[in-house]
C-alpha cells in the first residue's frame, strides 16, 4: 500500500512538473528574446573570429569586416548608421587601411548629389508644394473609379521622383481615403434614389404606408360585416386581403434582401478598391524612385560604387544618362502593375475604363472632395513660387550639365581639360540658394509690433528645418558603403572574389541578371535596400570584371532589383505606412506583392537588354572595367 501511494504521489509530481518546466522554458526564451540583441552584439564577432585568425592576410581580415557588417545590419541588433562606422574602427586595428584614408570615403561626391537632393526635397515638403502638385495632377485625371487607381500611381510616383517615397506615400493615403469615403457615400446616395424611383415606377410610393392602407382597409370590413353583410361575403372578402397583406410583406422582404444585398455589395467592393489604392500608392512610391539618380538611395549608391571601383569610367552615369535609361523602364513597370493590382482589386473592363463615355453627374460630389483641398491651399504663394523655380532650373540644369549626345554646358565652360564640375555641385549650389531667398516679398510696410524697426522676412529655409528633417543616418550608409567598397579594393578580397566566381563564365550573361535579381529582390524583403545594395555592388563589380561581361549589366539591374520590396509591410517604410494606414493584411501584400516583384525583376532585365545595351554599350567590356586590384 505504501509502495503504491508513492508511486501515486511520484507520477502526479511528474505530472505537474512537465507544465512547469514548459512555463519555465517558455520564460527563459522569452527573456532570451528580449536580450537578443545584445545577445547578437557579443556572440557574432565571436563565431566569426577564427575567420582573421585562420586567414591572416587583409583579404580575410577585411571578409570578416564584411561578414559582420552585414550579419548586423540584417539582424539591425544596433542602428544601421552605427554598423556604418565599424569601418572607422575595423580597418585601421585590422591594418586593412589608415584612418584618414577610410574616413575621407563618409563625404564624397555621391555624398554631396544626395544631400542637396534632399535639402530640394524638404523645402518642396516645407511649402507645401508637392501637395499642390498632387492635387492638380488629380483635378486633371479625375475621380472615374475605373481610372482612378491610375490617377494616384501616376502622382505618387511623380512625387517620389524629387521627394522621400515616405513624404509621397504618407501625403497621398489621407487623401485617396478621402475620396473614396466619398465615392462610396454617392454610390450609397443614388442607390437610395433609384429606389424611391422603382417604388413610385411600380405604383409603390411605400411599402410601408400601404401595409398601414391595407391594414385600414381589412378594418373596415370587419365593420361592414359587424353591420350586418352577409358573413359569407365578409369572410371571403377578409381571406382576400389576408392574401393581399402577405403578399405585400413578401414583396417588401425581398426588397430589403435586394437593399441589404446591394448594400453589402457595395462594402465589398470598395473595401477592396481600398486595399488596392494603398497598394498601388505605396507600390508606386518605390517604383517612381527609380526614376532619377536622387530619387531612392540605392541609385546613389550606384554612383558612387562605379565612380569608386572604377575611376576612369568618363562619368558614365550622371543624372541625364539614368533618366534616360531609367523613366522608360519605370513608366513600363508602374503601367504592369497599374494592371495587375487593378485586376487583382478591382476588375478589368476595357470598355469602361477606356471608353469615351460622358461623365456622370453624381461624380460632381467626389470632384468636388479634390476642389475643396486644393481650395484650402489658396493661391500660389511668393515662396511656392520661388522654390518651384529653383527645383525646375535645377532639373534643367542636371539635365544639359552633361547630356551625352552634345557638349553639356558644364564640359564648355569649366571641364575641358578635368572634371571639376558634376552633378554634386549643382545641386549643392541650388539647394543653397534655399537659405539666400527670403520665403516673401521685402517690404518697408512690415514693421515690428512697436513700430521702431523693420521685420525682414525669413528665408525659404532655415538649417534648424533641415537638421530635424534630413535623414543624417542615410549619409553614414552611404559613407559606410564607399568605405567597404574601398576596403574590399585595398586589401585585395575583390580580387579574390573574381577569381572565385570564373566558372560562371559558362552562364549565359541574361541568365546570371535575372538570377540576380531574384537573389536580391528576395534579400532586400528582409533587410533594408540600402544595406542590400552595398553590400551586393562590390562583389557584383568583382564578379563582372572576372568574367569580362560589361559591370553594370549586373549592377543596374541588382540595384533595381534593391527597390522591389512588396510582399512585406516591414520592407520598406512605404508599405508600412500603408499597412498601418489601411484595412490591409499581411497575406494581401504578400499576393500582390510577389508577382509585382517578377514584373519589376523581368521589367528591368527587358530595359537591360534593349535599350540598355545601346545607351551604355553593355554588349562589349569596356577599357576603363579591366583594372588589377592589388592586395
Given at each position: 500500500?505504501?509502495?503504491?501511494?508513492?508511486?501515486?504521489?511520484?507520477n502526479?509530481?511528474?505530472a505537474l512538473?512537465?507544465?512547469?518546466?514548459?512555463?519555465?522554458?517558455?520564460?527563459?526564451?522569452?527573456?532570451?528574446?528580449?536580450?537578443?540583441?545584445y545577445i547578437?552584439?557579443?556572440l557574432?564577432?565571436?563565431?566569426?573570429?577564427?575567420?582573421?585568425?585562420?586567414?591572416?592576410?587583409?583579404?580575410?581580415?577585411?571578409?570578416f569586416?564584411?561578414?559582420?557588417?552585414?550579419?548586423f545590419?540584417?539582424?539591425?541588433?544596433?542602428?544601421?548608421?552605427?554598423?556604418?562606422?565599424?569601418?572607422?574602427?575595423?580597418?585601421p586595428?585590422?591594418?586593412?587601411?589608415?584612418?584618414?584614408?577610410?574616413?575621407i570615403q563618409?563625404?564624397?561626391?555621391?555624398?554631396?548629389?544626395?544631400f542637396g537632393?534632399?535639402?530640394?526635397?524638404?523645402?518642396?515638403?516645407?511649402?507645401?508644394?508637392?501637395?499642390?502638385?498632387?492635387?492638380?495632377?488629380?483635378?486633371?485625371?479625375?475621380?472615374?473609379p475605373s481610372?482612378l487607381?491610375?490617377?494616384?500611381m501616376?502622382?505618387?510616383?511623380?512625387?517620389?521622383?524629387w521627394?522621400s517615397?515616405?513624404?509621397?506615400?504618407?501625403?497621398m493615403?489621407?487623401?485617396?481615403?478621402?475620396?473614396?469615403?466619398?465615392l462610396?457615400?454617392?454610390e450609397?446616395?443614388?442607390?437610395?434614389k433609384e429606389?424611391?424611383?422603382?417604388?413610385v415606377?411600380?405604383?409603390?410610393?411605400?411599402?410601408?404606408?400601404?401595409?398601414?392602407?391595407?391594414?385600414?382597409?381589412?378594418?373596415?370590413?370587419?365593420?361592414v360585416?359587424?353591420n350586418?353583410?352577409?358573413k359569407d361575403?365578409?369572410?371571403?372578402?377578409?381571406?382576400?386581403?389576408?392574401?393581399?397583406?402577405?403578399?405585400?410583406?413578401?414583396y417588401?422582404?425581398?426588397?430589403?434582401?435586394e437593399?441589404?444585398?446591394?448594400?453589402v455589395?457595395?462594402e465589398?467592393?470598395?473595401?477592396?478598391?481600398?486595399?488596392?489604392?494603398?497598394?498601388?500608392?505605396?507600390?508606386?512610391?518605390?517604383?517612381?524612385?527609380?526614376?532619377?539618380?536622387?530619387?531612392?538611395?540605392?541609385?546613389?549608391?550606384?554612383?558612387?560604387?562605379?565612380?569608386?571601383?572604377f575611376?576612369?569610367?568618363?562619368?558614365?552615369?550622371?543624372y541625364?544618362?539614368?533618366?534616360g535609361?531609367?523613366?522608360?523602364?519605370?513608366?513600363l513597370?508602374?503601367?504592369?502593375?497599374?494592371?495587375?493590382?487593378?485586376?487583382l482589386?478591382?476588375?478589368?473592363?476595357?470598355?469602361?475604363?477606356?471608353?469615351?463615355?460622358s461623365?456622370?453627374?453624381?461624380?460632381?460630389e467626389?470632384?468636388q472632395?479634390?476642389?475643396?483641398?486644393h481650395?484650402?491651399?489658396g493661391?500660389?504663394?511668393f515662396?511656392e513660387?520661388?522654390?518651384l523655380?529653383?527645383f525646375t532650373?535645377?532639373?534643367l540644369?542636371?539635365?544639359?550639365r552633361?547630356?551625352?549626345f552634345?557638349?553639356?554646358?558644364?564640359?564648355?565652360l569649366?571641364n575641358q581639360?578635368?572634371?571639376?564640375?558634376?552633378?554634386g555641385?549643382?545641386?549643392?549650389?541650388m539647394?543653397s540658394?534655399?537659405?539666400?531667398?527670403?520665403?516673401?516679398?521685402?517690404?518697408?510696410?512690415?514693421r515690428?509690433?512697436?513700430?521702431?524697426?523693420?521685420?525682414?522676412?525669413?528665408?525659404?529655409?532655415?538649417?534648424?528645418?533641415?537638421h530635424?528633417k534630413?535623414?543624417?543616418?542615410?549619409?553614414?550608409l552611404?559613407?559606410?558603403?564607399?568605405a567597404?567598397?574601398?576596403g574590399?579594393?585595398?586589401?585585395?578580397?575583390?580580387a579574390?572574389?573574381?577569381d572565385?566566381?570564373?566558372?560562371?563564365?559558362?552562364?549565359p550573361?541574361?541568365a546570371?541578371?535575372?538570377?540576380?535579381c531574384?537573389l536580391?529582390?528576395?534579400?532586400?524583403?528582409?533587410?533594408s535596400n540600402?544595406?542590400?545594395?552595398t553590400?551586393?555592388?562590390?562583389?557584383?563589380a568583382?564578379?563582372?570584371?572576372?568574367?569580362?561581361?560589361?559591370?553594370?549589366y549586373v549592377m543596374?539591374?541588382?540595384?533595381f532589383?534593391?527597390?522591389?520590396?512588396?510582399?512585406?509591410?516591414?520592407?520598406?517604410?512605404?508599405?508600412?505606412?500603408?499597412?498601418?494606414?489601411?484595412?490591409?493584411?499581411?497575406?494581401?501584400?504578400?499576393?500582390a506583392?510577389?508577382?509585382?516583384?517578377?514584373?519589376g525583376?523581368l521589367?528591368?532585365?527587358?530595359?537591360?537588354n534593349?535599350?540598355?545595351?545601346?545607351m551604355?554599350?553593355?554588349?562589349t567590356?569596356?577599357?576603363w572595367?579591366n583594372?588589377?586590384?592589388k592586395?
Amino acid at each position: 500500500m505504501f509502495c503504491w501511494c508513492s508511486c501515486q504521489r511520484a507520477n502526479t509530481s511528474d505530472a505537474l512538473s512537465v507544465p512547469w518546466n514548459m512555463a519555465g522554458c517558455c520564460a527563459s526564451l522569452h527573456v532570451l528574446w528580449k536580450y537578443r540583441n545584445y545577445i547578437i552584439i557579443v556572440l557574432t564577432p565571436l563565431l566569426l573570429l577564427p575567420l582573421p585568425l585562420l586567414i591572416p592576410t587583409p583579404a580575410g581580415k577585411c571578409g570578416f569586416a564584411i561578414i559582420l557588417m552585414a550579419l548586423f545590419w540584417c539582424t539591425e541588433c544596433i542602428p544601421l548608421a552605427v554598423t556604418a562606422l565599424l569601418p572607422v574602427i575595423l580597418f585601421p586595428m585590422l591594418q586593412i587601411m589608415e584612418s584618414d584614408e577610410v574616413c575621407i570615403q563618409y563625404l564624397k561626391d555621391s555624398n554631396m548629389l544626395f544631400f542637396g537632393g534632399l535639402v530640394v526635397a524638404i523645402a518642396v515638403e516645407q511649402w507645401n508644394l508637392h501637395k499642390r502638385i498632387a492635387l492638380q495632377v488629380l483635378l486633371v485625371v479625375g475621380v472615374k473609379p475605373s481610372l482612378l487607381m491610375v490617377g494616384f500611381m501616376s502622382t505618387t510616383a511623380f512625387l517620389s521622383m524629387w521627394i522621400s517615397n515616405s513624404a509621397a506615400t504618407a501625403m497621398m493615403l489621407p487623401i485617396s481615403k478621402a475620396v473614396l469615403d466619398q465615392l462610396s457615400d454617392t454610390e450609397a446616395t443614388a442607390e437610395e434614389k433609384e429606389w424611391e424611383m422603382m417604388a413610385v415606377n411600380d405604383g409603390d410610393e411605400n411599402p410601408a404606408f400601404q401595409m398601414e392602407d391595407e391594414k385600414t382597409d381589412f378594418d373596415s370590413a370587419l365593420d361592414v360585416q359587424e353591420n350586418g353583410f352577409s358573413k359569407d361575403a365578409a369572410k371571403h372578402e377578409n381571406s382576400q386581403e389576408l392574401r393581399d397583406c402577405r403578399e405585400d410583406d413578401a414583396y417588401c422582404c425581398a426588397k430589403r434582401a435586394e437593399a441589404e444585398q446591394r448594400r453589402v455589395q457595395r462594402e465589398q467592393k470598395y473595401s477592396r478598391l481600398s486595399k488596392g489604392m494603398s497598394l498601388g500608392i505605396c507600390y508606386s512610391a518605390s517604383i517612381g524612385g527609380t526614376a532619377t539618380l536622387t530619387g531612392t538611395t540605392p541609385n546613389v549608391i550606384l554612383k558612387g560604387q562605379i565612380d569608386e571601383l572604377f575611376p576612369n569610367n568618363g562619368g558614365i552615369i550622371n543624372y541625364a544618362s539614368w533618366f534616360g535609361f531609367s523613366f522608360p523602364n519605370m513608366i513600363l513597370t508602374l503601367v504592369l502593375s497599374w494592371l495587375w493590382l487593378q485586376c487583382l482589386f478591382v476588375g478589368f473592363n476595357f470598355k469602361e475604363s477606356f471608353g469615351c463615355c460622358s461623365k456622370r453627374s453624381d461624380r460632381k460630389e467626389d470632384y468636388q472632395v479634390i476642389k475643396d483641398e486644393h481650395k484650402k491651399l489658396g493661391r500660389m504663394s511668393f515662396a511656392e513660387a520661388c522654390v518651384l523655380l529653383i527645383f525646375t532650373l535645377l532639373v534643367l540644369l542636371w539635365f544639359t550639365r552633361d547630356p551625352g549626345f552634345i557638349p553639356g554646358w558644364a564640359t564648355v565652360l569649366f571641364n575641358q581639360h578635368k572634371k571639376y564640375v558634376t552633378d554634386g555641385t549643382v545641386a549643392i549650389l541650388m539647394s543653397s540658394l534655399f537659405f539666400c531667398i527670403p520665403s516673401s516679398l521685402p517690404s518697408c510696410l512690415c514693421r515690428s509690433s512697436n513700430g521702431d524697426s523693420v521685420e525682414a522676412p525669413p528665408p525659404l529655409l532655415s538649417w534648424s528645418i533641415v537638421h530635424q528633417k534630413l535623414p543624417w543616418n542615410t549619409l553614414l550608409l552611404l559613407g559606410g558603403g564607399f568605405a567597404l567598397a574601398h576596403g574590399s579594393e585595398k586589401s585585395g578580397l575583390s580580387a579574390w572574389l573574381g577569381d572565385t566566381l570564373i566558372p560562371l563564365q559558362n552562364i549565359p550573361p541574361f541568365a546570371i541578371s535575372i538570377l540576380l535579381c531574384l537573389l536580391v529582390a528576395l534579400f532586400t524583403e528582409c533587410s533594408s535596400n540600402t544595406a542590400t545594395t552595398t553590400l551586393f555592388l562590390p562583389i557584383l563589380a568583382s564578379m563582372a570584371v572576372a568574367i569580362k561581361i560589361h559591370p553594370m549589366y549586373v549592377m543596374i539591374p541588382c540595384t533595381f532589383a534593391s527597390n522591389l520590396a512588396f510582399m512585406l509591410p516591414v520592407a520598406t517604410p512605404p508599405n508600412a505606412i500603408a499597412f498601418s494606414f489601411g484595412n490591409l493584411k499581411v497575406m494581401d501584400m504578400v499576393k500582390a506583392g510577389s508577382m509585382l516583384n517578377i514584373i519589376g525583376v523581368l521589367t528591368i532585365n527587358l530595359a537591360i537588354n534593349t535599350w540598355g545595351v545601346a545607351m551604355f554599350d553593355l554588349d562589349t567590356f569596356p577599357e576603363w572595367a579591366n583594372v588589377t586590384v592589388k592586395p
